[in-house]
C-alpha cells in the first residue's frame, strides 16, 4: 500500500550551469495534500534534473522515507493526518534526518511565518505560489 | 505531463476541495465547530487558493485570499462562529464555486465585490469582541483585498530606498579601496559573514552560502581564523571562522542577503570593508530568552554593523506543530489518479476477456472437458479481475449527495420554506458513470420535493407538523443494485388533482379506472405539471418525464410511494454498473434470451393444472399462497417453436418494480452467467422490452430481457385484449 509515485528524470534533460550537485542526481520527496501542487513541483523539478517522489501528508512521507534515501524534502504545512511542522519534528528527533535539508511550502514570506518554520526546525521556505527559477535556485541553496 | 495536465488535476482538486469544505461547514451548521472541522474548511480554501496562484486565475485567487484570511480568523478564534457567520461563509463558498466554474471556463466571473466586503466586514466586526489582544494587524490584512504577500516576491521583505543607499555607501567605500590597491580592481563593496551554530541547524550548510556568493562574483580576499582556540577547548558546533568578500558594483547588497535569508540571525553579516569582523557567538551563551524576530537586513543604514549580533539560536519549538487529525476520512486514503480513458479501456478488455473466458468454456464443454480444474480457476480470476476493474470505478455516492445542501439553500431562499436535510449511506459506492449522470435527476427530484411536497411553514403548522420540512437522501445496497431515496414530509401526491389533470390533459380516459400505483405514474407522463402556477422552481411540467427517462437510461427504475399529508418518497433503483451483469441464459423457442438476475426471484416447474387460465388470455399460478400473472416469453418476443404448455417448460418468477411479480414462461434455463452488457440503442435502436444485448459463449447474440418493461406492457397488452 502506497501513494506515492516516483518519477524518473525527464529524458530531456536541460543541461544545468551548476555541476556541483549534479554528479549523482539529487532526490527529493514533496509532501503536499493537494494534487495539483504536487504536479506542479514535479514539472518543476523533474525539467532541471532532479528525481521526485511523492507523498501526500506526513505520515505518507514518514513510511516512504523509512524505506527510501532521499536528499532533500520539501513539504507543505498544512495537510491532514500529520502537517509539515510534525513532520519536520519528527524527523528531526532522530539521527538520521537531523541534517536533512528539509524545504516548508508557505504562502506569506514574513518575519514571522520565517521565524517559526525555522523554530520547527525547516532548512527553509518556499513561497507559494512560487516561481520554478526561485524554486530550483532555493534546493541548490540547500542540497548538500 | 504538460500544463493542461496538471490544470486538470487542479480542477479535479477544487471539486474536491469545495466538497470538503461544504461538508464541513454543514458539519458547522449543525453545531460542530471543533477547530479540525474549520481546519478541514480552511485547508479545502487555501489548497484552491494554492493552484489559483499558481495558475494565474486572479479573481479567485483574491475571492480564496479574503475568505481564507476570515477562516484563519475563525479558527484562530479571533471571529466567533455565530449561525450568521456560517450562512456568510457558506455563502461565500457557493460564490467560491462559481469562481471555480468560471476559471474552468463554465460561467461567469461571479460579481463578488459586495461579499467580499461583508466577509470583510465579519473579520473587521468580530475583530473589536475578540479575546485576543491584537486584532489589528489581522483587521489591516483582512481590509486589504489584495494578496501582496502572495505574489512570491517579497517586497516587503527589501527597502527599496535603503538598498539604493546601500549601494551608493558600497561605491564610496569602492572609491576608498581602489586608492589602497588592496583588493581587485572591479570590486565595489566587502561583505563580511560569520557563521554561527544556527547556520548549521536544521540541515543548514554555511559551505553552500558561501559558494553562492563567490557565484554571484564575489572573491574571498580574507579568512579571519584568529578566533579558534586550542584544541581542548574547541567546539565543533561554534563558528571561530569568518570570511571576508570582495564583490562587484554591479551585484546588489539584497543578492547577499537573500543567500542568509534562510539562516536568519544564525549567521552574521555586515556590510563595508571598514567595519569589523563580527564576533565569535559560543554556543552557551547564545541560549538566552527568546527575542523578537531578527530584523530585516536591508533595511538598516549602510556600511553599519547589522543583523544578528545578539539574537539567541531559534527558540524552542512552540507547540504550534503536532500530528492533525487521526482518524483519517477513508476519502483521504491513500490513492492515485487515473485518466478515466484508460480505466474505461480496461473495463471494456476485462468485458472481452468474460466473453472469451465464457467461449473457451463452451469449447472445452463441446469436447467433454467441462469439468476441469484449471478452468475453474480461470472462472474464478476472471471473476476477481472484473470485481477489482468494477471496484475501481466505483466512487462513493457523496459527491452527488454534497451538492445537496447548495440546491437546497437556494430553493429555500427562492421558496421561502424552512428545509432540514437528512443524509445517510453517502459512503455507499456505485459506478462513477451512474454517478455523473445522477445529479440532473437527483437535483429534479429534489427541486420537486421542495416546490411541490414540503409545505409553508403555515400550512405545516395548520396540519400539525413541525413548521420546518425535513428532505430525507439515502443510499444503500441491495442485492446487486442501489437503491437511492429522496423523501420529503410533505403533503404527498393530492391523486384527485393528479387523475383530474391527466384527464383533463386528456392523458387518461375520464371513467379509466386506475390504481393508485397508476395515477402516481402519471406525474411522469411527458408535459404534465400539477402545480397550479408554473414557479420557477420546478420549471414547466418537463422535468420529470425526463428524470423517468434519465433514470432508465441508466438501467434503473423509478418508483413512488406517497401517502397523503405524510409525504412522498422516490425510489431510484440503479445497477451497480453498466457494463456488465449477472444474467440467467434461456430458451424460448428458436431464440435464446437474457433474463437479468437481479430481477430472478426464483424458478419452478409446474405440474400440469397449476396453471390456470384466467378469462380469454390471462393466466395465473398459485405460487405458495400468492397468485401470480404468467408471462408466456415467447408472445412477448415472438419466437417460434416454443413450449406453449406451461407443465412443459420452466417458470422463472421474476420481481418488478411496477407490477409486482410475474413468472416468465421458457422453454428451459441454459446457464447463469455474466454478461457484458452490449447497447442496442448505440447499435440499433431502443426496442421495448428489451434492456441490451449480449455476446453469449458460442459467439451468438442474445437479447437482455427488460422485465419491468416486458411485464408491465404484456400485462397491459392483455389487459387491452380481453377489454376488446
Known amino acids: 500500500m502506497s501513494n506515492f509515485s516516483e518519477t524518473q528524470p525527464a529524458p530531456n534533460l536541460t543541461p544545468t550551469s551548476e555541476p556541483a550537485c549534479m554528479n549523482t542526481t539529487t532526490r527529493i520527496l514533496t509532501v503536499d495534500d493537494s494534487p495539483s501542487m504536487r504536479a506542479l513541483l514535479n514539472h518543476a523539478l523533474t525539467t532541471q534534473g532532479f528525481d521526485v517522489a511523492q507523498a501526500e501528508d506526513g505520515l505518507a512521507a514518514l513510511d516512504w522515507l523509512a524505506l527510501n534515501e532521499v536528499d532533500v524534502v520539501i513539504t507543505d504545512i498544512n495537510m491532514p493526518r500529520l502537517d509539515g511542522f510534525g513532520l519536520i519534528e519528527r524527523l528531526r528527533e532522530g539521527s538520521r534526518h537531523r541534517d536533512r535539508p528539509i524545504l516548508v511550502l508557505t504562502t506569506e514570506s514574513s518575519e514571522e511565518k520565517k521565524a517559526r518554520a525555522r523554530a520547527a526546525g525547516a532548512t527553509g521556505w518556499i513561497v507559494k505560489p512560487f516561481d520554478p527559477a526561485k524554486l530550483v535556485a532555493a534546493v541548490r541553496r540547500i542540497a548538500h | ?724
Open chain 2, 1 to 724: 505531463m504538460n500544463a493542461d495536465e496538471i490544470q486538470a488535476i487542479f480542477f479535479a482538486e477544487c471539486e474536491e476541495s469545495l466538497a470538503a469544505a461544504e461538508q464541513g461547514l454543514a458539519a458547522c451548521k449543525a453545531g460542530t465547530h471543533d477547530h479540525d472541522t474549520i481546519n478541514a474548511v480552511f485547508r479545502g480554501v487555501h489548497s484552491i487558493k494554492g493552484g489559483a496562484g499558481a495558475f494565474g486565475y486572479i479573481a479567485l485567487q483574491g475571492f480564496t485570499h479574503t475568505f481564507e484570511t476570515l477562516l484563519s480568523d475563525v479558527r484562530d478564534g479571533t471571529v466567533a462562529i455565530t449561525d450568521g457567520l456560517i450562512d456568510l461563509m457558506l455563502g461565500a463558498l457557493d460564490t467560491l464555486s462559481d469562481h471555480v466554474a468560471a476559471a474552468r471556463g463554465l460561467g461567469e466571473t461571479p460579481d463578488d465585490g459586495a461579499l467580499q466586503a461583508e466577509l470583510t466586514a465579519a473579520m473587521a466586526a468580530n475583530a473589536g469582541v475578540a479575546p485576543m489582544p491584537a486584532p489589528a494587524p489581522v483587521v489591516t490584512a483582512a481590509v486589504a483585498p489584495a494578496f501582496d504577500d502572495d505574489d512570491g516576491e517579497p517586497l516587503s521583505d527589501f527597502d527599496f530606498s535603503a538598498m539604493l543607499d546601500d549601494i551608493a555607501g558600497a561605491l564610496d567605500a569602492a572609491g576608498a579601496d581602489s586608492t589602497s590597491g588592496d583588493a581587485p580592481v572591479d570590486a565595489a563593496w566587502a561583505v563580511k559573514v560569520r557563521p554561527h551554530a544556527g547556520a548549521m541547524r536544521n540541515g543548514s550548510e554555511p559551505l553552500l552560502m558561501l559558494r553562492e556568493i563567490l557565484d554571484l562574483g564575489g572573491q574571498c580576499v580574507d579568512c579571519d581564523v584568529s578566533q579558534i582556540p586550542s584544541l581542548d577547548t574547541i567546539d565543533p558546533g561554534t563558528g571561530y571562522l569568518g570570511w571576508t568578500f570582495a564583490l562587484p558594483s554591479g551585484v546588489a547588497q539584497a543578492a547577499v542577503t537573500d543567500i542568509f535569508d534562510f539562516v536568519g540571525d544564525g549567521c552574521s553579516l555586515v556590510f563595508g570593508d571598514a567595519t569589523p569582523m563580527p564576533p565569535v557567538r559560543p554556543q552557551a551563551t547564545s541560549i538566552k530568552a527568546a527575542s523578537p524576530p531578527a530584523t530585516p537586513l536591508a533595511t538598516l543604514p549602510s556600511s553599519a554593523a547589522v543583523a544578528g549580533a545578539e539574537p539567541p539560536i531559534a527558540p524552542v519549538p512552540a507547540p504550534t506543530s503536532g500530528v492533525a487529525t487521526p482518524p483519517a476520512p477513508p476519502a483521504m486514503g491513500q490513492s492515485i489518479r487515473i485518466e478515466l480513458g484508460k480505466l474505461d479501456k480496461l473495463i471494456d478488455a476485462v468485458g472481452e476477456l468474460v466473453i472469451a473466458q465464457a467461449m473457451m468454456a463452451q469449447r472445452l464443454a463441446g469436447d467433454g472437458l467441462a469439468v476441469t480444474e484449471e478452468l475453474t480457476m480461470l472462472e474464478g480470476l476472471t471473476r476477481d479481475i472484473q470485481e477489482s476493474a468494477m471496484a475501481i470505478r466505483a466512487q462513493p455516492i457523496g459527491s452527488v449527495f454534497s451538492r445537496v445542501p447548495r440546491i437546497l439553500r437556494e430553493l429555500t431562499s427562492s421558496t421561502g420554506k424552512h428545509v432540514r436535510l437528512e443524509v445517510s449511506g453517502e459512503s455507499t459506492e456505485l459506478d462513477k458513470t451512474v454517478i455523473e449522470r445522477l445529479g440532473e435527476p437527483l437535483t429534479h427530484l429534489i427541486r420537486n420535493a421542495v416546490d411541490h411536497g414540503i409545505e409553508p411553514a403555515e400550512a405545516r403548522l395548520a396540519a400539525g407538523k413541525s413548521p420546518e420540512g425535513t428532505l430525507t437522501l439515502s443510499a444503500e445496497h441491495r442485492s446487486g443494485r442501489i437503491l437511492i431515496r429522496i423523501g420529503d414530509d410533505g403533503k404527498g401526491i393530492d391523486r384527485d388533482r393528479v387523475l383530474a389533470k391527466a384527464v383533463e390533459k386528456g392523458l387518461v380516459a375520464p371513467d379509466a379506472q386506475l390504481s393508485r400505483e397508476e395515477i402516481d405514474q402519471l406525474i411522469f407522463a411527458p408535459g404534465f405539471s400539477t402545480a397550479q402556477t408554473i414557479t420557477n422552481v420546478s420549471g414547466r411540467g418537463v422535468g420529470m418525464d425526463v428524470v423517468r427517462q434519465n433514470v432508465k437510461d441508466l438501467g434503473g427504475r423509478i418508483t413512488i410511494e406517497s401517502e397523503p399529508g405524510k409525504g412522498t418518497t422516490f425510489t431510484l433503483t440503479l445497477p451497480l454498473t453498466l457494463a456488465i451483469s449477472d444474467g440467467m441464459v434461456v430458451n424460448v423457442g428458436d431464440q435464446t434470451l437474457v433474463v437479468p438476475l437481479a430481477n430472478v426471484v426464483e424458478s419452478l416447474r409446474p405440474e400440469p393444472g397449476e396453471v390456470k387460465g384466467l378469462g380469454a388470455n390471462r393466466a395465473m399460478i398459485n405460487v405458495r399462497g400468492r397468485f401470480i400473472p404468467v408471462l408466456p416469453l415467447h408472445i412477448a418476443v415472438g419466437a417460434a417453436g416454443a413450449v406453449e404448455a406451461a407443465e412443459h417448460g420452466v417458470l422463472i418468477v421474476v420481481e418488478t418494480e411496477g407490477a409486482g411479480r410475474a413468472a416468465l414462461l421458457v422453454d428451459a434455463i441454459c446457464d447463469q452467467r455474466q454478461v457484458v452488457i452490449k447497447s442496442l440503442d448505440t447499435h440499433y435502436r431502443s426496442v421495448e422490452g428489451v434492456a441490451g444485448a449480449t455476446i453469449l459463449g458460442d459467439g451468438r447474440v442474445a437479447l437482455i430481457v427488460d422485465v419491468d418493461g416486458l411485464v408491465a406492457h404484456s400485462l397491459a397488452d392483455i389487459g387491452l385484449s380481453e377489454a376488446a
